[in-house]
Nanobody
Framework: VQLAESGGGLVQAGGSLRLSCAASGIIFSIAAMGWYRQAPGKQRELVAIIRGTTNYADSVKGRFTISRDNAKNTVYLQMNSLKPEDTAVYYC???????????WGQGTQVTVSS
């Protein structure tokens, strides 16, 4: 399974960005689609995930929205009211049922200036 991410960039604090991640290849049942991020010097952390229900990191609740287009095998992350502390490389992750696959995107840089 290959993942293609897009939508990162530079934005001022308070602005918005939308990330997209399209999955291709031999795709079996998808168990979860999510977004993680890694800031310099920090561990990778979960931002948001869809696996039946949606879950968000406390730091992004009310500002970020994850959504999924099943027909396109694409997951989105709408990021509003961005803060400088949201600056990180954002990675898409897609996992198959019973661990058939666990794929990561190449990462897309999001930089929020103050």
């Amino acid at each position: 399974v290959q993942l293609a991410e897009s939508g990162g960039g530079l934005v001022q604090a308070g602005g918005s960005l939308r990330l997209s991640c399209a999955a291709s290849g031999i795709i079996f049942s998808i168990a979860a689609m999510g977004w993680y991020r890694q800031a310099p010097g920090k561990q990778r952390e979960l931002v948001a995930i869809i696996r039946g229900t949606t879950n968000y990191a406390d730091s992004v609740k009310g500002r970020f929205t994850i959504s999924r287009d099943n027909a396109k095998n694409t997951v989105y992350l709408q990021m509003n009211s961005l803060k400088p502390e949201d600056t990180a490389v954002y990675y898409c992750n897609v996992r198959g049922v019973a661990g058939v696959f666990d794929s990561w995107g190449q990462g897309t840089q999001v930089t929020v200036s103050s």
